[in-house]
């Protein structure tokens, strides 16, 4: 079973950069689509960005020329590089798994991992 490992959230302020980074291990993400998420408190989960095990890549419109979503195949790994960062970003970011082709929608996904926290404040 595949099992998902987030690191890399802390605090940053406006306009700051963090890579949050997503082991797998159980699996290959050569067969996964791996999605982030995150979830503000008081609200819903919400997808951020996703990497199909084919390398196609979606993002959520708030995302869209701030995130950048990547995969080391070697390491196992997906990365979420997160530029230009805002208040509003602040949440507890997860990484998921799922077959192949990439949703935005957290139902889709039976993997997760425990989540990271992001604080984005002066």
């Known amino acids: 079973q595949l099992q998902l490992v987030e690191s890399g959230g802390g605090l940053v302020q406006p306009g700051g950069s963090l890579r949050l980074s997503c082991a797998a291990s159980?699996?290959?993400?050569?067969?996964?689509?791996i999605g982030w998420f995150r979830q503000a408190p008081g609200k819903e989960r919400e997808g951020v960005s996703c990497?199909?095990?084919?390398?196609?890549?979606e993002y959520k419109d708030s995302a869209k020329g701030r995130f950048t979503v990547s995969r080391d195949s070697g390491k196992n790994t997906v990365y979420l590089q997160m530029n230009s960062l805002k208040p509003e970003d602040t949440a507890v970011y997860y990484c998921?798994?799922?077959?192949?082709?990439?949703?935005?929608?957290?139902?889709?996904?039976?993997?997760w991992g425990q989540g990271t926290q992001v604080n984005v404040s002066s």
């Open positions: 998921a798994g799922k077959p192949r082709l990439c949703a935005l929608w957290p139902t889709f996904f039976r993997s």
């Open positions: 159980g699996g290959t993400l050569d067969y996964y689509a």
């Open positions: 990497i199909s095990s084919e390398g196609s890549i």
